[in-house]
Nanobody, 124 residues
Framework: QVQLVESGGGLVQAGGSLRLSCSPS????????MGWFRQAPGKEREFVAA????????YYTDSVKGRFTISRDNAKNTVYLQMNSLKPEDTAVYYC?????????????????WGQGTQVTVSS
């Protein structure tokens, strides 16, 4: 088990930016593929973005392409989600997820390890 700690959430106006960070506690991030998911009130948890262990491959859900960027700095043991041009519909709790070999990067049940979540609220 990997304990993941997210940070960087908050309240921002539409059109603004936030950067989320996620770091594991006591483990080396470079051995894990990483994902970001989000869950809005009354909705199911949905895939946002994923990145391979090396950082060479990234994946996004269509609604965030061109606005969000997932990246990782294995030397700093941290994965990031840069969120620009935020919209009210981006409001959700954002979760970081890790797995050594997720079978399907866009599915939440492919990831064995999760953070506690960080709230992102975008006001109109």
């Amino acid at each position: 088990q990997v304990q993941l700690v997210e940070s960087g959430g908050g309240l921002v106006q539409a059109g603004g930016s936030l950067r989320l960070s996620c770091s594991p506690s006591g483990r080396t991030l470079s051995t894990y593929a990483m994902g970001w998911f989000r869950q809005a009130p009354g909705k199911e948890r949905e895939f946002v973005a994923a990145i391979s262990r090396s950082g060479g491959e990234t994946y996004y859900t269509d609604s965030v392409k061109g606005r969000f960027t997932i990246s990782r700095d294995n030397a700093k043991n941290t994965v990031y989600l840069q969120m620009n041009s935020l919209k009210p519909e981006d409001t959700a709790v954002y979760y970081c997820a890790a797995d050594r070999a997720p079978k399907e990067k866009r599915l939440s049940n492919s990831y064995a390890n999760w953070g506690q979540g960080t709230q992102v609220t975008v006001s109109s």
